[in-house]
């Protein structure tokens, strides 16, 4: 990464982390109803992935996927609208926090059945590679989805037809409120089991922007090539708990602060002073983000929420809903 | 050629392939379909016609086989899966109720999902409780899905045209112990409207409702009845979703008694949806109450003496027509 990609960057993660911290604030004032699945802390696997990829090549990711949605694109406004079921809301309000989805940047859904888009990815590059399109998938998933068949399926399938995707999973340590080596059999969730489906696998530290970009680009480029899929475990940390609903007490305290002690924004920080980037200049980049975000929440709360006849929209390619002639 | 017969199972495989003749983006994935040619025949040829870049055997892995689909449909390809039995798609249900109906819904709009799973379906053919059910009403209790169930080869391809040049999601039922039955080759380009009912004889005392097995079996159950005097109008629904309540609630203008005939059980039968729209919007209509013929509650049964105990029989159907017409 050159300097200003580098601080593009760290621009993208400090507009995500703002994001995140808007939609937890609206939660707690009532704004946002169901639950948010926050990934504060993961900001560097979604950022740096998309710095490597490029503008059509497809993503699929989770319920927790705010910040896969906005590294692709999505502004902090269609995104809190969406959250805040406003009618400009990126889904139109009928996703929701769990489904940000924005298909014409590449991003085509967030999946709240853990693990059931790994296949979808892997179909996406079969598209690619049947209309010899060059593009790759990547699915982002977390280490809960290793344990789910899907996972399995998707893995041998990419691999018994060479498709070029990429299976990202964000190891965040945590199966919801497990620690995931209580439920797990194998140290590294995603890693480990990829020997089983002849694949290459690399775990890599999640929160530096520079590691995760570096290995997805290498990753892409080897699907691009035709040699097949990759599997990569980032290793990273929730800062919040599973959703709204978990402070996360669960977590031991030298673990927490272990963890926040690496956080990817000051990873990414250190590097750019490291390559002479001024303090003002991050500063400026800070202020813009916020600005950005202000904006956002302003006016997503000024849109209209949707009237009621879009219920019965959009079921069907029509755009309607009828069920019988 | 033209002695030779046009079985239902043939018509599967010539329906798909004249729509990859007329489309490059239409594929096929699923277990046993390429070089074997399908465990039912029904994708005979394909492969030597179009190759393995468009026929492509799977693992056995549903999920992979439904998801990767899902993921190909939304990115610009018409696939077709295949799902061997109906019953395996209790494996890959998470894709046919939480994924593929819900994607254009909850994107607002951004996404379709133009595919096709094909699956054999139904009994009748002695291969146990767990190969099979009738599962059409499984897809029935999902909002977007287009269900299709052909009871004819014409229609088995004309509905099958339909069903690939869909942008929804179409899971298409092809029922076992139809597939070894012939009929007419339909003419090229011959393509079934999803959601037009057919009616498949005409008759003024009773209206017979049925899908894929129950159409054959009605229509005997009519022959048999029109030697007693007995005149029954026997309607092919050929899809669940759209479901054609139009023909449905004509006919009954003209007969103004229903029988419905299902091989799915009765408890939660797609019978109970046809009968519930009469009764809300065609009671007038109504000269007797509404029959319905169903699959019993039971898994079904190995012997054939007791799959015939359970599931619907010529002999049930003209019996249940005989007394509404009693009535």
């Known amino acids: 990464m050159t300097p200003d990609e580098l601080l593009d960057a760290y621009a993208e993660m400090v507009l995500i982390r703002r994001t995140e911290k808007a939609a937890h604030d609206l939660f707690m004032s009532g704004l946002v109803k169901g639950t948010t699945h926050l990934a504060a802390g993961h900001e560097a696997v979604a950022v740096g992935a998309s710095a490597a990829l490029h503008p059509d090549d497809y993503v699929f990711a989770t319920y927790r996927g705010h910040h896969h949605a906005l590294a692709r694109g999505a502004t902090p406004e269609e995104c809190l609208a969406e959250l805040m079921s406003r009618s400009t809301g990126l889904c139109q309000a009928k996703g929701g926090s769990m489904h940000l989805t924005k298909a014409s940047k590449g991003m085509l859904g967030s999946y709240a059945i853990v693990g059931a888009h790994l296949p979808m990815a892997a179909g996406a590059a079969w598209s690619a590679k049947l209309r010899g399109s060059g593009q790759v998938a990547v699915a982002f998933f977390g280490d809960g989805a290793t344990n789910i068949g899907a996972f399995h399926e998707a893995l041998n399938l990419a691999a018994v037809w060479s498709l070029p995707v990429l299976f990202v999973c964000e190891n965040n340590l945590y199966m919801e409120y497990t620690p995931i080596e209580a439920v797990t059999a194998v140290p590294n969730p995603a890693a480990d089991r990829a020997a089983g489906y002849n694949m290459p696998a690399e775990i890599i530290d999640g929160n530096d922007v520079v590691v995760v970009w570096e290995t997805v680009a290498r990753a892409a480029e080897r699907a691009r090539k035709g040699d097949g899929p990759t599997l990569i475990e980032a290793q990273t940390y929730r800062h919040f708990g599973h959703s709204r609903a978990d402070p996360a007490k669960y977590r031991p305290a030298d673990e927490v602060e272990r963890w926040m002690k690496h956080d990817p924004l000051d990873v990414a920080r250190a590097r750019l002073e490291a390559l002479g980037v001024s303090p003002d200049t991050i500063a400026e980049r800070d202020r813009r983000a916020a600005a950005t975000v202000d904006a956002a929440i302003a006016a997503a709360k000024n849109a209209p929420e949707p009237e009621p006849a879009m219920a019965f929209t959009d079921v069907w390619a029509d755009g309607g809903a009828a069920w019988r002639t | ?327």
């Open chain 2, 1 to 327: 050629m033209a002695d030779v017969k046009f079985t239902y199972r043939d018509a599967v495989a010539e329906g798909i392939a004249r729509e990859m003749r007329r489309d490059p983006s239409v594929v096929c994935l699923g277990e046993d379909i390429g070089a074997a040619e399908g465990v039912f025949k029904t994708t005979v040829g394909l492969f030597k016609e179009f190759g393995p870049g468009r026929v492509w055997d799977t693992p056995i892995s549903e999920q992979a086989i439904v998801g990767a689909a899902m993921g190909a449909a939304m990115t610009g390809m018409r696939p077709v899966a295949e799902i061997m039995f109906s019953d395996f798609l209790a494996c890959c249900w998470d894709y046919l109720a939480n994924e593929i109906p819900k994607a254009r819904y909850m994107t607002g709009g951004q996404v379709t999902v133009p595919l096709v799973v094909r699956t054999a379906n139904g009994g009748g053919l002695g291969f146990g409780a767990q190969h099979s059910q009738a599962v059409e009403n499984w897809a029935l209790a999902v909002p977007g899905l287009k269900i299709v169930a052909p009871s004819n080869p014409a229609d088995v391809v004309g509905l099958m045209a339909a069903a690939i040049r869909s942008d929804d999601p179409v899971v298409f039922f092809e029922h076992k112990a139809l597939l070894a039955g012939s009929g007419p080759r339909p003419p090229d380009d011959h393509v079934v409207e999803l959601g037009q009912a057919a009616v498949a004889r005409e008759g003024t005392d009773v209206t017979v409702v049925a899908l894929a097995s129950t159409v054959p079996l009605s229509l005997k159950a009519a022959e048999q009845l029109a030697g007693e005097g007995i005149s029954v109008e026997v309607i092919d629904l050929r899809c669940l979703i759209p479901l054609d309540m139009r023909t449905v609630l004509r006919s009954l203008e003209r007969t103004s008694r229903l029988v419905v005939v299902e091989e799915n059980p009765y408890q939660g039968g797609w019978g109970g949806t046809v009968v519930s729209v009469v009764a809300d919007e065609g009671f007038e209509l109504l000269d007797a109450p509404i029959k319905r013929v169903a699959g019993a509650n039971v898994p079904l049964p190995f012997a054939d003496s007791l799959e015939a105990e359970v599931i619907p029989t010529v002999d049930k159907v003209t019996e249940a027509i005989r007394r509404l017409t009693a009535y």
